[in-house]
């Protein structure tokens, strides 16, 4: 079996991941509408889930608080003295910087690192960019590598942040909201984008985490093989990624309690979601979409919102969707309308993204 | 498990080998490499023009390779794993991005290719292939990524074949080395050793 | 209005990368989309990109692009329509 934990977050909604699973139950959202450069000549007022101001987080710096917090959480000892990895997801990293000139600063194995610079001590690391599923794919990837005895701890950690760079190209696939994001709304109009960085650690034993662990089952990633930007019309690449994820981690559709979708907001991306979830028989497992709390936060998002389903798993308390009022898809979705108390066991966690990309991972009390 | 090399791709230099025999050489000064194998290859492919260099470089390694393998396009759609590194990520387009930007414009076509794992898309689309891919940011030295997950996600039954190696285009320089990897005694074996020699070469 | 659309087929060509597509060979009412010119939905988008930089025309629902860009003689009524 392997084990995640020591889950940290920063995001609008607080520094760790206990203060974010709190600030979601009090029924807290980090979108808010503040001056944002989009590539006109003055800024314009856009929804978006910053940290502070638009384009000042300081990416490299969280990450490595973040990962110190969660290292933290477990026997440091034991990850010095074993096998360990480090694995970064990112979509773009420090984008701010090719506003300078030379692209050197840009590059994200530099901001990897910047991250573990103090920490000689893991044997190897890497980056992973794969679009917006980079997070989840990096814990199916931290997965796998320890259950072939690769490695015996994964640190995961993702992070990207607010820039006129991805706020213009969003905007130039008339993709952004201008309201906060209403995911799987009939009147959804797009995204909120959002900034932030997360980290979780993988371990094949569960005696070096400080609280008890959730179990990861590991997942899947699969390609819709249909377009670049635009989602597959019948959902499959997201189909076979949810297919392959119950095979590989010995899972029935059935043992699902509920699931945390991608759920960006988009015409495209949530009609996808419904369609794909409805060939996979879960259209009545209730379910919800996390970015109406974070926005979407790309590189990052994966691990965030897993965090946030691990709260979910150790609080046994199903989180909310938000913006939902009214159906808007053509396959229907249970999606969970006010937080939930009940015991529950089994959640998977999906992800799609540009490239036609998309992942599914599953995680479970013990 | 063993995990044989079965075929090998090489993109750079002006010229483009497979198996190690070359198969297409530019003219020395010559421009637009890759126009030039497009029109080598015709495979009556307009997408090719949209693409950013990254992603014909991709997309032309794989054509190579389905040509000497054609086979390959008569797996099962999700038996084939995609897993590439570059060092650059999608930096070149990124610039162009960039450069639009402080001028006032933002493109949909350019900034589509502001992510590396595009080549995996446009790979997937053109030769319907459904499987798993990954794509790592890191330099030629360090491939161990490449080749642990690759043979895990063969080893773990979610893939059947690898198309593996590095992929990268920056500053109109192309580098292509990828290799066609699947369980078999024959063949050189896969791993950081071979992969590494093969990069290097 | 001639001249704007044989302006338009080159910007067109341009503007999309359409590489092995000489200007003379788009049919002035064919439809832009569809399988002749095999444009997609970033093309479309592009569309709107070429509007608003050379002709300082914005449009601020992809949608109503469906009707603009019908053909390329659609595209000069709206432009002339617009100016």
Redesign the interface.
């Known amino acids: 079996m392997i084990f995640a934990g020591a889950e940290h977050i920063v995001s609008p909604l607080g520094n760790s991941a206990e203060e974010n699973f709190a600030a979601i139950i009090a029924g807290k959202s980090g979108i808010r509408k503040i001056p944002c450069r989009a590539?006109?000549?003055e800024p314009e007022l856009f929804n978006v889930a910053a940290v502070r101001n638009f384009g000042d987080f300081p990416l490299a710096q969280e990450l490595k608080k973040s990962v110190t917090a969660s290292l933290e959480k477990v026997d440091e000892s034991s990850l010095i003295s074993g096998k360990t990895l480090f694995l970064l997801s990112t979509?773009?990293?420090e984008?701010t910087e090719?506003?300078k000139p030379g692209?050197v600063q840009?590059?994200?194995?530099v901001l990897?690192n910047k991250v573990i610079r103090d920490l000689h001590w893991f044997h190897?690391s890497?980056?992973?960019?794969?679009?917006c599923i980079s997070g989840l794919?990096a814990l199916i990837?931290g997965h796998?590598?320890i259950?072939?005895g690769?490695f015996d701890h994964v640190v995961v950690a993702g992070g990207d942040m607010l820039s006129?760079?991805t706020l213009?190209?969003?905007?130039?696939?008339?993709a952004i909201s201008p309201e906060p994001c209403k995911p799987f709304d009939k009147n959804r109009a797009g995204i909120n984008l959002g900034e932030g960085v997360g980290t979780i650690i993988l371990s094949r034993n569960e005696e070096i985490f400080a609280s008890k662990p959730i179990v990861f089952c590991g997942g899947?990633?699969?390609?819709?093989?249909?377009?670049?930007?635009?989602p597959s019309r019948t959902g499959?690449?997201l189909y076979?990624a949810i297919s392959?994820a119950l095979t590989?981690c010995s899972v029935r559709r059935e043992e699902i309690d509920f699931f945390s979708s991608h759920g960006t907001g988009t015409s495209y991306n949530d009609e996808m979601e419904s369609i794909a979830f409805a060939r996979c028989g879960m259209s009545e497992i209730p379910m919800n979409g996390l970015k109406g709390y974070f926005g979407h936060t790309l590189g990052a998002a994966g691990i965030i919102e897993a965090a946030v389903c691990m709260q979910s798993l150790r609080n046994q308390e199903l989180i909310a969707s938000t913006g939902f009022e009214e159906a808007g898809t053509s396959k229907p979705l249970n999606v969970l309308l006010s937080h939930r108390k009940t015991p529950f066991k089994v959640l998977m966690k999906t992800a799609s993204?540009?490239?036609?990309?998309n992942a599914a991972a599953i995680f479970r009390t013990e | 498990m063993r995990l044989g090399i079965t075929t090998y791709c090489s993109i750079g230099h002006l010229s483009v080998k497979v198996n190690r025999k070359v198969v297409f050489r530019a003219a020395d000064g010559s421009e637009d490499l890759l126009k030039l194998i497009y029109n080598q290859l015709n495979p009556a492919y307009p997408k090719f023009f949209k693409m950013d260099d990254l992603c014909r470089l991709g997309f032309l390694g794989v054509e190579w390779i389905v040509k000497e393998r054609p086979e390959l396009s008569e797996s099962e759609d999700d038996a084939i794993a995609l897993v590439f590194q570059n060092e650059m990520s999608s930096l070149q387009s990124d610039s162009e991005h960039q450069l639009q930007l402080n001028k006032g414009v933002a493109s949909p076509a350019t900034f589509v290719y502001t992510l590396p794992n595009i080549v995996v898309g446009e790979i997937a689309i053109r030769n319907k292939w459904f499987g798993e891919s990954a794509f790592f940011v890191g330099p030629k030295s360090d491939v161990a990524m490449l080749v642990d997950y690759t043979k895990s996600l063969i080893l773990n039954r979610k893939a059947k074949i690898g198309i593996v190696g590095f992929i990268e285009s920056f500053a109109g320089d192309h580098f292509l080395r990828l290799l066609v990897v699947e369980e078999t005694n024959s063949g050189d074996e896969f791993n950081v050793v071979s992969l590494s020699k093969f990069i290097a070469e | 209005m001639e001249n704007l659309i044989e302006k338009l087929k080159t910007e067109i060509v341009t503007q999309l990368n359409l590489e092995h597509i000489k200007p003379a060979d788009i049919g002035t009412d064919d439809p832009l989309f569809g399988d002749g010119l095999g444009l997609d939905s970033i093309d479309a988008l592009e569309l709107i990109v070429l509007l608003d930089q050379n002709y300082g025309l914005s449009i601020d629902d992809p949608e109503k692009g469906r009707t603009i860009f019908k053909s390329v003689r659609t595209m000069a009524e709206y432009i002339q329509a617009n100016k």
């Not at chain 1, 890497?126 to 679009?131: E, F, G, K, L, T």
């Not at chain 1, 213009?168 to 008339?174: D, N, V």
Request: proline share 0%; charged share 20%.
């Open positions: 590539g006109g000549k979509t773009k990293g984008i090719l506003v692209v840009a590059k994200l194995d990897r190897s890497a980056v992973i960019s794969n679009a794919e990837v796998d590598l259950q072939t690769n006129e760079f213009s190209g969003f905007k130039s696939f008339f899947a990633t699969a390609n819709d093989a249909n377009h670049i930007s635009g499959e690449g076979r392959r590989t993204g540009f490239g036609g990309s």
